[in-house]
C-alpha cells in the first residue's frame, strides 16, 4: 500500500450506533488530521495530530473522539451520531503541521 | 474576513485551452505558503503545487502553473492545455506563518468542467 488508506470508503449507520474510521499514511509523516466535507461547505479542520499528540480540537462535538496510536495511524471513533454528522471524512498526512498535506480517499458516511 | 476567497463558484473550457482559477488570500503575515488541491468526483483530495512567500519565481509543475502576485494578495492557478481528466473541484489552501507552527485553511472551490 502507498500513500494515505482510508477504512471504510462507504458507511451508513444508525444514530444509536458506534462505529471507527480508520486513516493508515505509509509516507513517513509526522503529522496527521482528520477534516469533514458537507456538500456546499467548505473544508472543515477537525482534527491535527503531531507526532501522535494532539494539537487542535476545532470545536468537534463530543460524538466524534480521535485516537492515534502511532504516527502511521489515526482513528475517528463515531458514537450517537446526528444525521448533519452525514459528510465525506477525510484523513490526511503531512511531513510536518503546515507542509502539504497528502489525503486518503475518504470514506462517505451517511447517518440514519 | 475569509482568509482564502475563490470567486468563481464554476469554470468551463475546452480541452487544449488554457484555464486560470482565482484565488485571493488575506493574511498579515510575512512568513505563509499557498497551496492548490483538485478534487475529482471520487473525492479524494489531490495535491497539484505550492508557493511560498519568498519565493522569488512563480511555481511550475508540469501543465500547472502558480501566477504569484504578491501586492495583489492572489495566487490563481494556470492549467494549461486542459483535457478531459481535469474535471474536478479545485480548492487553494494557505498556511499562515512558517511552516511547523500552522494548519492549512482551504478556499470553498471552483468547479472545472473542460469540454471536449
Known amino acids: 500500500e502507498t500513500g494515505v488508506t482510508q477504512t471504510p470508503r462507504h458507511l451508513v449507520m444508525g444514530m444509536t450506533n458506534k462505529k471507527s474510521l480508520k486513516c493508515e499514511q505509509h509516507?513517513?509523516?509526522?503529522?496527521m488530521y482528520w477534516y469533514k466535507q458537507s456538500a456546499k461547505k467548505p473544508l472543515e479542520l477537525m482534527f491535527v495530530?503531531?507526532?501522535?499528540?494532539?494539537?487542535e480540537n476545532n470545536s468537534v462535538p463530543s460524538r466524534f473522539s480521535p485516537e492515534c496510536p502511532n504516527s502511521s495511524h489515526l482513528f475517528l471513533h463515531l458514537h450517537t451520531l446526528q444525521p448533519e454528522d452525514s459528510a465525506l471524512y477525510l484523513c490526511?498526512?503531512?511531513?510536518?503541521?503546515?507542509?502539504?498535506?497528502?489525503f486518503g480517499p475518504g470514506t462517505r458516511l451517511t447517518v440514519t | 474576513a475569509q482568509k482564502i476567497t475563490q470567486t468563481q463558484p464554476g469554470m468551463f473550457v475546452q480541452e487544449k485551452e488554457a484555464v486560470t482559477l482565482d484565488c485571493t488570500y488575506d493574511t498579515s503575515d510575512p512568513s505563509y505558503g499557498l497551496f492548490w488541491y483538485k478534487q475529482p468526483s471520487s473525492g479524494e483530495m489531490i495535491f497539484l503545487i505550492y508557493?511560498?512567500?519568498?519565493?522569488?519565481q512563480n511555481a511550475t509543475e508540469g501543465r500547472y502553473s502558480l501566477n504569484f502576485q504578491k501586492a495583489r494578495k492572489s495566487a490563481n492557478l494556470v492549467i494549461s492545455a486542459s483535457q478531459l481528466g481535469d474535471s474536478a473541484m479545485y480548492f487553494c489552501?494557505?498556511?499562515?506563518?512558517?511552516?511547523?507552527?500552522?494548519?492549512?485553511?482551504f478556499g470553498k472551490g471552483t468547479m472545472l468542467l473542460v469540454s471536449p
Open positions: 508557493q511560498g512567500s519568498y519565493d522569488q
Open positions: 490526511a498526512s503531512s511531513q510536518a503541521i503546515g507542509y502539504e498535506q497528502y
Open positions: 495530530y503531531s507526532l501522535e499528540e494532539r494539537v
Open positions: 489552501a494557505m498556511r499562515e506563518g512558517r511552516a511547523g507552527y500552522s494548519t492549512l485553511t
Open positions: 509516507l513517513g509523516h509526522n503529522a
